[in-house]
DNA sequence: TTGTTGGATGAAAACGTTTGCGCTCTTCCG
DNA sequence: CGGAAGAGCGCAAACGTTTTCATCCAACAA
């Protein structure tokens, strides 16, 4: 199992120089045709793979990009891994990607560590909204050394191109939706509220309320202080215990909605019949559910191959404005849970 | 945004070599308290960061493992991914998640790529089943010079250690559950037959059916040929236009029982009534569902970490039998999918 | 005083590529 | 025939670390 072939061990074989057997392995300089082929038999003959590190170094640049997401196992962010890694390899680059479990600090740790690897840029969706809370981190890292480019959350202050999708004028349709069907006591259960993205949302929740001359009601919005199953889990039950229960509800993240779910569940409460139900991203399941799910459905592909390109046009110094914020459109995906429905007098 | 700050900037600053230097920042060797001091101090202004690259370089290690999934979006292997990484970190390691959109090219190229970048082994879900197929890749790659343990599938003639559940001993599990309910006519819709998770869940149908003296009737098992939403579907239809229409579905994907379903909404069919359901994998909507669904849970996470510790053994020069099958069980979940039901006279 | 430790440091060699430079040799033009 | 052009190739210097080895110096025992 003795060590990989080098370059020195094929040019020995091929009765040439390193150089020369780089030249012709590589692709780079003049090779006469007899020597390219003496020096490929050898390089086959060895099993060479020529070490990507050692290339790296003299390159200055490994080809190579890294990807921070939220949590892999939420569909959204799967699917904009899959739509940045087809988008990549157009450009011959590999993508690594890591999980920051929705923590600032894993997120910085991950940041730090593609840094050490010296990938040419990074793609990240960030876990904190303000410059604030990782002012070392846009220092150091983010926009200090390393070519960036945040996916699906802004952060305030931070002048780095950014690609996310209209939240405000989403959670506004889909809150007018609700209106338009008779509901005026409206839920919404959110992420972090911290996250630029909720944010987002919970304004154009506000405002689509505020046009149709409903009052805002601060205690229909529940933080659910964490992007997960469980989360969404408990923050519904705290929701459906106050006194005068919504008539309707928008969840704003996809895995808050399954523990939504869960909570409705136990409480025995029928969709739409008795509460309504908006979720945000659109997952294979949720034709199938036992109210199909209407949901705010978010441009996951588009985003990623999008991030993806301003990122290889700021690799090839092309300069890109840091101050560009690329809005994608959100969809409204009616089904019957939030259908028309006869309203009893309330 | 000149060049990141090196070793030797920062020896130069502190006034000291390079060596003391990375002895300093390094922790190895011996340093004086005050130089080190110095070096740290010099460190942190120029902002530096070790050139991991490099590192590695000397050390002829990595520090890092590749991981290879079929698809990122299908959530059993997202939990996996998780799963590793998890394990992974205890040991400072990294991974590099590649996605090989189930096709063999894809895949060996990944390993290639890998292997280029001097990983210090990987963990693979095969794409064949037959070292035939891959007997470069074997010869090449995996096993050839790179620490390697299969995951979720195993492939016939490689000596090398493997991470399954038990497919057989599920499969049969979930169909004996179905013959008890009553069912004679059960269909199957595999992914792809060649691979060796899917030759294993047919065996072990096969073996149920036999044991209760049902004939096997090659006609009920349909290759999807691949493993996705839209094949699942395709393959669905196909088998309900048969003549004489089984009386309940095992579908043995978690991304085909999406387009099973798909193809029994669109033929209007009622689950259990006219139709009995069973799935594979667990999903977080499944019990959401119209029918809340029945399926076979794998040890996903517990394969993932198992998975990593091999592969870590084997880094640290521990042998590990090549032949070393680790199979885990999975547990049949039921839900009303497959529900008892009133039979009419059959 | 002298010899012996041993801790702290620096010089320099690796790791495996890519690449600038210079050398040789052929070819071709005037 | 003289000389320019240029293709083909090798030497050696990088890239930024880690590590071996030697050196220096203080401390200490004899």
């Not at 390219?36 to 290339?55: F, G, S």
């Not at 680059?93 to 560590?113: F, G, M, Y």
């Not at 985003?303 to 560009?324: C, F, H, N």
Request: hydrophobic share 45%.
């Amino acid at each position: 199992m003795g060590p990989l072939a080098t370059l020195g061990d094929v040019a020995q074989r091929a009765g040439t120089s390193v150089a020369t057997a780089g030249r012709a392995l590589g692709g780079y300089g003049k090779v006469a045709a007899a020597t390219r082929d003496r020096v490929v038999a050898a390089a086959r003959q060895l099993n060479y793979h020529p070490n990507a590190l050692a290339r790296s170094m003299k390159q200055r640049s490994t080809f190579t990009i890294g990807l921070i997401v939220g949590n892999i196992c939420n569909s959204f962010f799967a699917r904009i891994v899959r739509a940045v890694e087809t988008a990549i390899m157009r450009y011959d680059c590999k993508v690594i990607v890591c999980d920051s479990d929705e923590s600032v600090e894993n997120e910085l740790d991950h940041a730090r560590t593609l840094l050490e690897h010296r990938v040419d840029g990074i793609i990240v969706s960030p876990t904190a909204s303000e410059t604030g809370e990782l002012s070392r981190a846009t220092k150091e890292i983010y926009g200090g050394r390393m070519l960036t480019v945040f996916i699906d959350r802004a952060v305030k202050g931070a002048r780095i191109p950014t690609v996310v999708s209209d939240n405000v004028a989403a959670a506004h349709e889909a809150t007018t939706h609700f209106i338009e069907l008779g509901h005026k006591r409206i839920g919404a259960i959110v992420g972090r509220k911290a996250l630029d993205s909720m944010t987002g949302r919970i304004e154009g929740y506000r405002r689509a309320l505020l046009e149709r001359h409903i009052t805002f009601d601060e205690s229909l919005v529940v933080d659910a202080v964490d992007v997960g199953v469980e989360a969404g889990y408990h923050a519904t039950k705290k929701l459906l215990e106050r006194n005068h229960r919504p008539t309707a509800l928008i969840v704003m993240n996809n895995l808050l909605v399954i523990g939504a779910l869960n909570a409705l569940k136990e409480k025995g409460l029928m969709i739409p019949g008795d509460i309504a139900l908006i979720g945000w991203d659109d997952f294979d399941a949720a034709p199938h559910l036992q109210k199909p799910l209407t949901v705010v459905e978010q441009p996951a592909d588009a985003m990623g191959s999008i991030a993806a390109e301003q990122l290889m046009k700021m690799r090839s110094k092309e300069t890109v404005d840091p101050s560009l914020h690329i809005v994608l459109k959100s969809t409204l995906i009616i089904r019957e849970s939030s259908e028309k429905r006869i309203w009893k007098k309330s």
